[in-house]
Structure formats: C-alpha cells, structure tokens
DNA sequence: ACAATAGTGTCTGTTAGACAGTATCGA
DNA sequence: TCGATACTGTCTAACAGACACTATTGT
C-alpha cells in the first residue's frame, strides 16, 4: 500500500516541516520619502548588527509571525518603531531576491515605499542617533548596505511617475500646504520644473485638494492659499501625464 | 570578554543557522494571459500535491537556490517548464504574503505576470492534461487554490493600465498581428470599445509596431495590414491615457 | 451590386504650455 | 515705489473622439 495516494491534506500537514525545505530569508524593507528644506529625503537606519554592521540601510526587518497578519502589517510596524507613527501613505514598490545580495544566503526582501510629513516624525528621529534623513541627491557619498541603493532608486522612479499623473506626493507635506511647495515636491520628483498655471488647473481640476480658506504669508510677496489633502487624493489619476 | 563586541562578519555567517528563526515558506508565481478566439485566456495548473490538491492554481513553485540566480529566473523556470518556452514579455506583478492564506503557515508568493501567444505553446499545453487555459471571464465557475484569485485580478488590472497607456499587449499575439486584433486585446483587457482611428494613431505616432507591408484577408472585406513588434515596444509610453 | 471589414480625412472638444497680465505682500 | 511672490486670463498647439468617407475583399 502506497501511503501517499490516500494521504489526505490533514495528514501532509501534521507530517510537515518546513525546515526539510531549503530557507529563504526573507524580510521587508521601506524606502520613506518626505520633503524638507527644499530637498527630497529618504530615511535610512544604521545597521547594530551582522551583516553589514555599520553601514546606512533602509529602515526593515523579518515579518513577525505572531504581530504580523500581512506584508503591509510588518512594513507598518517597522516603519513605526523608526518614525513613532505609520506613515500616511504606503505602498508596494516590489520585491528584490537573489542569491548574492545578502552574504546569509539565498534572500528576498519585499520592498514598500512611502511618503510622510517631515514634521510628522521630527521630534522621535531627534531623538534617536542610528535614525537619520539623507538627501536622496547626495546617497552617491554613502556606501548603503546590500542592494539598497538599487531599491531606492526604484522607489524614486516609482513616485517620479505617481508625480506626473497624481497628486499623491501632497503625502509628504504637512497640513495645510501652499501649491508651491506641492509643485516644488513634484518637480524634484519628475526633475523639470512644471508651470504653474498647469499645476493649478490640474488641482482644482481633480478635486483631490481642499482649499482651507487660509493664507499664508511667504516671506516677501503674495500670501499663498492653504490647502489640505482630500479622502479621494489617493484614487485619482490624470488622464494625461503632466511635464513638457 | 564579550564576544559579539570584536565579533567579525565573517565569524558570525559561519555561525549563522537559518532554521534558528521563524521560516516564511517563500514562492514564485505567475500569472500568463493569452488572446485566443476573442478571449482573453490565464493558464492554470492543476495541483498534483498537497495543499489544495486537485484544485487549478497559478503555475508556481519554489527557488530552486542552485539554478536560480534571480526571482525572474524562477518565473522564468517554472513558466518554461509549463510552457515549453519563456513568455515574451513577464514583470513582476507583486507579492502576497500573509499568515493565512497557506495551510502550512506564514507564507509570501512573488508574483509575476506575462504574456504570450497562444501559438507560441499550443503544441506543448496541448500536449499535457494539467495544464490548461481558462477564459478570464469564467474564472467564478472554477475554485482556484490559495489566493490566486486575487492574483490574477491583480494581473488584469496591470494589463489594463498597460492598455490605457503601452502597446505591450500586442505580446499576446503571434506576429504577425492585425491592428483589428491587437485592438480587441486592447478593448478586452480595458473593457470598452475603442475608436478605430485612435487606436491606429497612436500606433503610427509611437513607432513601437513596424508594418511588415504583407495583408491578410479577414474573412470577407477588405484584408488588414500586418505588423510586428519593435524592439522599443516596451519602452514606449503615451502621455495620454486611450478611452473616454 | 451588396455586405462586411479595413483604413482615411476632417471637424470638434479638451487640455497642457506659454506668456502677459493682475494681486498682495515686505522693504 | 519697487521687487518678489502668488495667482489669473487667454491664446495656441497637440491630440482623442466622432463620424462620414473611401478602399478592398467575398458572395
């Protein structure tokens, strides 16, 4: 008699251990933009521990299958034990797996990328000193850890096409926020500068802004209006991409 | 003395042991649609092994960490197995995780999603009785394994965006291919007509199909010209999305 | 000749970009 | 008043959609 034929899927999975199987490490990593001083951001951690001990890293970590229901569950809870708070806006950028991008072995890291008010996590960051914003312009003078250098990147070109057809970089702003510094957050997204008039006939156009009624004074010149993000800036899409 | 104080790199992989952690059991699967008869078709698998066995699923499996050097090549290994051949066009969909949605555990499936034509492996498919196309929009009449469901909705919804905005559908059709057919893989993965003209607009204007300057007759009326695909095909993106 | 299918010519509406103009602040 | 910044009015070019027209086949 051959067991196998009448094994029902109870008996396989009382008999089964996953440790018969080769292991694949596998671990979720974020890649959190925001805005500040003119200047995009991306939030890196200084890794404590073997491999890569020293270096700048994206902030992640294993999945915690006790805490953890999902991906997206683990991404939060890293990215909150980082920031104090889970980010307004998150998505999957992708995942990256190979045998050579982590000396353990065999591994997959399963990437999100997202976007948070600089204000919304100063006070925890000042707090810590392995927690840090970088300029993503000047990344080329930091030697980051495994192949998150190539992850970044992509979540760049990831928001670099959410810019020229949303409003989702708006995430990045604290409430409430002036169009120019909404338009300045794209435009070092997509890399050109954008026109103004174009800019705001596409806000008002989407509805995915609400004009708050206040002003704000800029220094010298005209105050500009305040705008706050509307519940549907997540789901609308341009039908024509922005930028010449 | 503290040993993990001068421990180096090197000493701590050679004492590394991944089965002292928790094991995510990590797979790749794919999602492969065809045009075939006005349809849009996925293949599917039946499973042969526990779980879920004798229900149809995506084809998929493990890494296999000494043939695979890349999460691509496992799609790439495991459709070819299916298949015969390695799909034309295949992106990395996305991936799914979670603590419920194996039986034996925590799991992640990296998902991909491709496209072929269906001439491309009809002799191989035809050749096998596990493996097998089934029309898109009868997928409610089969009870598919795992999440795989989501999987392909997430995979036509891909496509769909694709249509709005790329000709890489035309992937789905063995060259060559009429605009009047790759127009229909266009109106059925978006779900609406599309203007004729429109359509052979932006053909023109993209460069990413070349004509052949062969005709085939239609039936009855007039025969349609024949195109190829480009090697800029999957490069090339509309500023503008197509559809009312 | 006719139906059926493929492809074209041309008009219109929409919208991005350009650019000049107006509005409102500080100095 | 002047410079600086924010916003608006309006023209133009580009392109999608509509639709009528021509072209080429089988019956």
Redesign the interface.
């Known amino acids: 008699m051959d067991g196998t034929v009448t ?1 029902t ?1 109870r008996d ?2 009382a008999g ?1 251990d ?2 018969e ?6 671990t979720v990593d974020s890649v959190l933009f925001t805005y500040h001083e003119d200047r995009l951001k991306v939030l890196l951690v200084q890794r404590a521990n ?4 020293g270096r700048w890293a994206l902030p992640g970590g ?2 915690d ?1 006790d805490r ?4 997206e569950d683990t991404a939060h809870r890293v990215l909150a034990s980082k920031t104090g708070v889970v980010p307004p806006y998150i998505e ?1 950028l ?7 991008r982590d ?4 591994s ?1 890291t ?1 990437a999100y990328t997202a976007l948070i008010p600089f204000q919304a996590c100063l006070t925890h960051i000042e707090s810590v000193t392995d927690t840090q914003w970088f300029d993503v312009a000047r990344l080329n003078e930091l030697e980051l850890g495994f192949d998150h250098e190539a992850i970044i990147d992509a979540g760049r070109e990831r928001f670099r096409q959410k810019a020229l057809y949303s409003l989702v970089p708006a995430h990045a702003l604290q409430e409430p926020f002036s169009l120019a510094d909404l338009r300045r957050v794209h435009e070092l997204l997509i890399g050109m500068t954008l026109s103004r008039k174009s800019f705001i006939r596409r806000v008002e156009e989407s509805g995915a802004l609400i004009e708050t009624g206040d002003e704000a004074p800029s220094g010298r010149g005209r105050p500009s209006k305040l705008y706050r993000r509307s519940p549907h800036l997540d789901d609308y899409r341009f ?3 922005i930028g010449k």
Do not use: C, K, M
């Not at 199987?21 to 596998?26: A, E, M, R």
């Not at 073997?50 to 001990?53: G, K, M, N, R, V």
């Not at 992708?94 to 050579?100: C, D, K, M, V």
């Not at 000396?103 to 065999?106: I, T």
């Open positions: 094994e899927e396989y999975l089964y996953p440790r199987f080769p292991i694949v490490l596998t073997h491999p890569q001990a294993y999945i299958q953890d229901a999902t991906l999957q992708g995942s990256f797996g190979g045998a050579g000396p353990r072995g065999w997959v399963i039908i024509r991409n």
